[in-house]
């Protein structure tokens, strides 16, 4: 009787070698990568100026307590639930295709490719010192929000409700926080306070930024504590950017 021929294994697809827990690891080591070419460019005297500073800003303290208190939320079984029961309000209703088109074109302004883009318009008008802000605030809130999703392991809303109304691709990675939120809200806490536009305009931009979050919920990406705590990390980072990067660099 002959041997039969060792039985191998299927070979994995493509996609499954290039999982979402192989790309993580790699996002995290390119975002570090970016975050120390930034902290070279950085003067040494600016990396200390955030902790000079810190205890005069109590609103700054008053925020990343604020973060805290979300964060440690997640916890909560009601939270969760009143989570879940937003969200479907949001999620579930009937909208006209020209609108979740509109909402998901706009959610992409919340990306990382839209705000180095951003950065690049700035710089070629002129504006060299928000161009660094704005390339340096991105890639250090991206890896600080990569590593909280990691910590955290909140599964996205359509993992864990069967009728997620879903606009576009399915997001990949945890939930918590919102990183196209957090991007919002930092470019416009950064525009904010270098610009220091009038009552209007400042309530104009945090509409803006609002409406940026809201579609995260819309297109089925992300809770509602997950937009929030985005909100929240991103203003804390668009504060501590202008703390660390002096006017004058």
Do not use: C
């Amino acid at each position: 009787m002959k041997n039969s021929p060792p039985e191998t294994a299927p070979a994995l697809p493509r996609t499954a070698l290039w999982s979402a827990r192989r790309r993580r690891p790699a996002f995290l080591v390119l975002l570090l990568a970016g975050l120390a070419l930034a902290l070279v460019w950085l003067p040494g005297e600016a990396r200390s100026a955030l902790w000079i500073t810190l205890n005069a800003q109590l609103g700054l303290v008053g925020l990343i307590f604020l973060f805290a208190l979300l964060t440690l939320s997640l916890i909560w079984s009601v939270g969760q639930r009143w989570d879940a029961r937003i969200f479907l309000l949001v999620n579930q209703r009937g909208y006209p295709k020209w609108l979740d088109d509109g909402m998901w074109l706009f959610t992409q302004l919340g990306n990382m490719l839209a705000a180095l883009s951003a950065a690049l318009l700035f710089f070629l008008l002129g504006y060299r010192y928000l161009a660094v802000e704005i390339i340096f605030g991105t890639l250090t809130l991206w890896l600080l929000v990569e590593t909280i999703k990691v910590l955290a392991e909140r599964d996205r809303p359509f993992l864990t409700l069967e009728q997620t109304r879903i606009i576009g691709w399915r997001e990949k990675g945890d939930s918590f926080p919102s990183g196209h939120t957090a991007q919002f809200f930092f470019m416009t806490m950064l525009l904010i306070l270098r610009f220091h536009p009038g009552v209007v305009t400042s309530l104009a931009l945090f509409t803006v930024a609002g409406l940026g979050g809201f579609t995260r919920i819309y297109v089925g990406a992300h809770y509602p504590r997950d937009v929030v705590g985005g909100a929240v990390l991103g203003s804390i980072w668009g504060i501590l950017v202008v703390l660390v990067i002096p006017v004058g660099l």
